[in-house]
């Protein structure tokens, strides 16, 4: 019998210091009134998924932000006392939490490896001074550099650092010496973002209104392949388009996110991806026929989050039920960043449907044009694929459930390994 129970769960803290321009994540500043009524609301939401997915086992915890770094080390620990209480917690579990240099001191370290913490994903945006007072980030390249040797000196043997690129007035010299600079302090991840100006943020108002110029495709592409000449060279593997590590050091959680797998998630504004047969009870007894995934939002302002809880155990704030096909081109564009691509024979099993016959339609003229490649039951876009990517995934938007006389005829077209010509 196929388990759709969630083996992830996703942990919300929404505060920070201070609103970065570029950020359009659910962060707040100035709520540090709202800390310990926020715990304990996060809390009561953790138990409540808890029992309401029958304890099942996790093998990935992931605390992100915001800033949870932001809060006292006592409300992670009670967090995590939290998911063991109501999960059943891997002894090998990947348990991650995201942290800034500037409120990451050597105490809350101590405090978050003994509560369960063992992988560190570290903020650095940059060690660029000029970058980082464009992205207004509030620590310098000396913080961020002391930070890293103050974990691992707390005893953490996984850390992740976070950069950006593309920052208006970086040049690709400088990118390349910022990246070595990282290298050079030996962390096992390390994440590469493009800087994006989103809707409703201050850098995307900024450029929409002509204030700020963003580097040109060509800049953004060169810093790009920098980047992963680089880390290759350091030994770093990418493993998605933005991530890079060490052999075994992947993010497990974001891969979990990556290859369609169900996942809980509590905390403001945090989101859920859920199969239909384990769906918690506040998305109702019923569904849409066809329905088999859902994809759930929590209310996103702190106030109103610890109201729900409160009131009601949940925050829930919405949520969208996904037939076959969404459910198919979601895990397309997802997973088709990965090198490792789509495990169309697994997830098969998990959506008990035929996909390498309902995709091949779409499949088989990208893999003529050298987008795709088929490999066994793994579908993997090409370096050309991953340049248009976005473009490759619209393919398989509103793709149909394959007939069964289709889908003997697709299994028989790749039953053998395809080579790229």
Not at 249 to 260: L, P
Not at 271 to 281: G, Q
Not at 355 to 368: S, W
Request: proline share 6%.
């Amino acid at each position: 019998m196929t388990d759709h129970s969630p083996h992830s769960l996703y942990i919300h803290v929404p505060f920070c210091v201070s609103k970065c321009p570029y950020c359009d994540f659910n962060s707040h500043v100035g709520l540090e009134g709202l800390f310990d009524s926020y715990n304990r609301a996060l809390v009561d939401e953790i138990r409540t998924w808890g029992r309401e997915l029958r304890a099942p086992r996790l093998d990935t915890v992931f605390i992100g932000g915001g800033t949870p770094s932001r809060v006292p080390a006592a409300h992670i620990a009670a967090a995590l006392d939290a998911v063991r209480d109501t999960f059943d917690l891997s002894p090998t579990a990947e348990v991650t939490l995201e942290a800034n240099p500037q409120s990451a001191d050597a105490e809350k370290m101590d405090a978050w490896l003994a509560a369960g913490v063992n992988r560190l994903s570290l903020g650095f945006q940059s060690l660029d001074a000029a970058s980082l007072a464009f992205l207004e980030r509030a620590h310098d390249a000396a913080e961020a550099v002391n930070v890293f040797r103050r974990a691992r000196s707390a005893g953490f043997s996984n850390i992740s650092c976070d950069l950006i690129f593309a920052i208006p007035g970086l040049t690709t010299p400088r990118w390349g010496e910022v990246l070595a600079e990282v290298v050079a302090l030996g962390p096992e991840h390390l994440s590469a973002y493009e800087l994006t100006p989103e809707i409703g943020t201050r850098l995307g108002a900024d450029v929409a209104a002509g204030v700020t110029a963003m580097p040109d495709e060509d800049v953004k592409l060169e810093q790009y392949e920098v980047a992963s000449e680089l880390l290759a060279e350091a030994g770093l593997a990418r493993y998605e388009v933005s991530n890079w590590a060490r052999p075994g050091r992947e993010c497990r959680h974001n891969i979990a996110y990556w290859s369609g797998v169900p996942y809980a998630a509590a905390g403001a504004g945090a989101h859920a991806f859920v199969f239909a047969v384990a769906a918690p009870s506040w998305l109702g007894a019923t569904r849409p026929a066809g329905s088999i995934t859902a994809r759930q939002w929590n209310l996103a302002n702190p106030a109103a989050y610890i109201q729900a809880v409160r009131a009601r155990g949940h925050a829930d704030a919405g949520h969208e039920w996904l037939d076959l096909a969404t459910t198919v081109s979601d895990l397309m564009m997802m997973g088709l960043r990965m090198p490792a691509g789509v495990d169309l024979d697994a997830a098969s099993v998990r959506l008990d449907s035929d996909l390498i016959g309902m995709v091949a339609p779409v499949v088989e003229p990208m893999v003529r044009q050298g987008l795709l490649l088929r490999d066994r039951g793994r579908l993997i876009a090409t370096d050309r694929g991953l340049q248009v990517l976005n473009g490759v995934a619209a393919e398989f938007i509103g793709i149909a459930p394959a007939s069964p006389a289709s889908a003997m005829a697709n299994l028989a077209q790749t039953a053998a390994p395809a080579t790229l010509v």
